[in-house]
């Protein structure tokens, strides 16, 4: 399980009211020596974390003058977020004393409760029943479990109901380990891959897969489900839709998200401040890459403030095909793709089809590389039962008619970085 990913947030994110208290030299000479150690000794990208780490002291003297704790840590955000590209560093501060083996710990209580609490709701912020029996969620955050696990767990077993789901992810900066939670309400089948870790500091390989178990009802791995992106969608939330995306499962629709894939630390540096360190970096087992600095693409992209009436059209279209048997849920997959505008159908529309009928139609034509960290249990990823074939509807002229009138060939395609490719016949009607 990756670590928990907390929201993206200004660097004010410990500040509370400051009195008297002012930054002095000797406290910047303190907090910039042993952030370019911590830099250079466990940033998770060794070459540039050296380079930060040496151009540290020449860009501190333009905060010399600084001396609200405020203003000092929001401005040394600033430049290494500029000059790494990593919208999870940066510099925090808190008014309470941290201890000196404090980091994480010491920063937890009341600002936790302020990011994930019941002020927040857990993160969930709207529930509603849509015509169409489509339900939409919208969760600005994911709380680690053991605040907010129940609350999350109640709204997953309400759009459970749900004939389609529309997950709004638009608004949230990210979060805990309730991202896994989430995921595994939509899928049928437990430990199924999701990002794992590489970790700098231990140079270790975390695997993640969704959960054996989640309580009560699974909106399950087989009905249309959207996820709306946007700019702001960061950290774990982006975790959440890359994942999905990377299984086939959903679709997504907005803009691309923010481009946050490394897990952090706090770790001290004075006794007020402490660095927003990222030490990891999450690998998809099957992408073989992440979301850093590119974001998650979405699969239907429109502006972030279209992005519900867009899922809304998609939905609509989804669940006015393919209702009876499992031949109209074939054809209605076909037909679908004219919806989707992005030329792919996700994994859900054929996850309804036995192990033997996808072993039948797909071949799976590439594996993961040996040189592959994770290839010890992403092989046992890679077996075509357990791979949905997503295809794409080809032009008509292009298209190869079989024997049969009533058989069209449809190639599947797959996204970038991707593992297998296989061919599906469905019947047309």
Request: proline letters at 7%; a negative charge; glycine letters at 10%.
């Amino acid at each position: 399980m990756i670590r928990p990913l907390l929201p993206m947030c200004v660097c004010l994110l410990f500040a509370g009211n400051l009195h008297a208290q002012t930054l002095h030299p000797e406290d910047q000479a303190q907090i910039l020596r042993n952030a370019a150690v911590l830099l250079e000794q466990r940033y998770v990208d060794p070459e540039l974390g050296r380079r930060l780490a040496r151009a540290l002291p020449r860009a501190s003297q333009a905060w010399r003058a600084i001396g609200d704790p405020h203003a000092y840590a929001a401005k040394v955000t600033e430049w290494l977020r500029e000059q790494s590209g990593d919208g999870h560093l940066g510099l925090s501060y808190s008014e309470t004393p941290i201890a000196e083996d404090g980091g994480e710990t010491d920063f937890g209580g009341s600002e936790m409760e302020r990011w994930y609490g019941a002020g927040v709701n857990h993160g969930v912020q709207r529930i509603e029943r849509l015509d169409g029996n489509i339900m939409l969620l919208e969760l600005s955050v994911f709380p680690p479990t053991d605040m907010g696990g129940d609350v999350i767990a109640a709204a997953m077993n309400v759009v459970a109901q749900g004939d389609a789901l529309i997950l709004d992810l638009r608004r949230n900066g990210g979060g805990g380990d309730a991202a896994n939670l989430v995921t595994g309400y939509l899928l049928d089948e437990p430990n199924q891959p999701l990002s794992g870790t590489y970790d700098r500091p231990t140079q270790t390989l975390r695997a993640n897969t969704s959960p054996v178990w989640v309580p009560g009802r699974r909106f399950g791995g087989t009905k249309p489900l959207f996820v709306l992106t946007s700019r702001r969608t960061f950290s774990a939330a982006e975790a959440v839709a890359y994942n999905l995306q990377a299984l086939g499962r959903a679709v997504i629709v907005g803009e691309t998200t923010g481009g946050g894939a490394h897990p952090y630390e706090f770790r001290r540096v004075h006794a007020h401040f402490a660095l927003d360190l990222p030490e990891g970096r999450s690998i998809n087992p099957i992408t073989q890459g992440n979301w850093q600095g590119v974001g998650v693409q979405p699969d239907v992209e429109v502006p972030a403030d279209r992005a519900l009436d867009r899922a809304l059209e998609l939905a609509r279209g989804a669940l006015g095909e393919g209702k009876g048997n499992p031949e109209d849920r074939d054809a209605s997959a076909a037909r679908w793709l004219d919806w989707l505008d992005v030329g792919c159908v996700p994994g859900t529309l054929l996850s309804s089809l036995s192990s033997e009928e996808i072993r039948d139609n797909c071949a799976l034509h590439a594996s993961a590389p040996e040189e592959n960290p994770l290839s010890p249990t992403f092989s046992t990823y890679a077996q075509p039962a357990l791979v949905d074939c997503r295809p794409v509807l080809l032009e008509p002229a292009a298209q190869e008619v079989d024997q049969s009138p009533d058989l069209r060939r449809l190639h599947a395609s797959v996204r970038p970085g991707e593992i297998d490719t296989c061919t599906r016949q469905v019947p047309l009607r």
